[in-house]
């Protein structure tokens, strides 16, 4: 059973950021492919940002130049440094494993965090 704890939300005015932590529980010797979703109040969950196991990054339009992902191996951290946060960015920031390269070998599996709140305010 793989674990995800997240950190990092919290309250924040607009122009402002916030850097948010993914700890995996897991073997730190393979590389993890994650991504960042969130969900505001009565909307869908949406794709924010995802880091496969060779760090290609990719980013939903809306935060693209604004946010960055990135992993820690050693320490089974994903993070996702958010800047010039916007009133629109309020919502709840869930991690999510997609899957992991052990070696040459490809493990897909799928575990979400419990999520963590932001709340940016204009």
């Known amino acids: 059973q793989v674990q995800l704890v997240e950190s990092g939300g919290g309250s924040v005015q607009a122009g402002g950021s916030l850097r948010l932590s993914c700890i995996v529980s897991?073997?730190?010797?393979?590389?993890?492919?994650m991504s960042w979703y969130r969900q505001a109040p009565g909307s869908e969950r949406e794709f924010v940002s995802r880091i496969d196991g060779f760090r290609g990054t990719t980013y939903a339009d809306s935060v693209k130049g604004r946010f960055t992902i990135s992993f820690d191996n050693p320490k089974n951290t994903v993070y996702l440094q958010m800047n010039s946060l916007k009133s629109e960015d309020t919502a709840m920031y869930y991690c999510?494993?997609?899957?992991?390269?052990?070696?040459?070998?490809?493990?897909?599996?799928?575990?979400w965090g419990q999520g963590t709140q932001v709340t940016v305010s204009s």
């Open positions: 897991g073997d730190t010797s393979c590389r993890y492919d």
């Open positions: 999510k494993t997609n899957g992991r390269w052990c070696g040459l070998t490809w493990y897909e599996y799928i575990y």
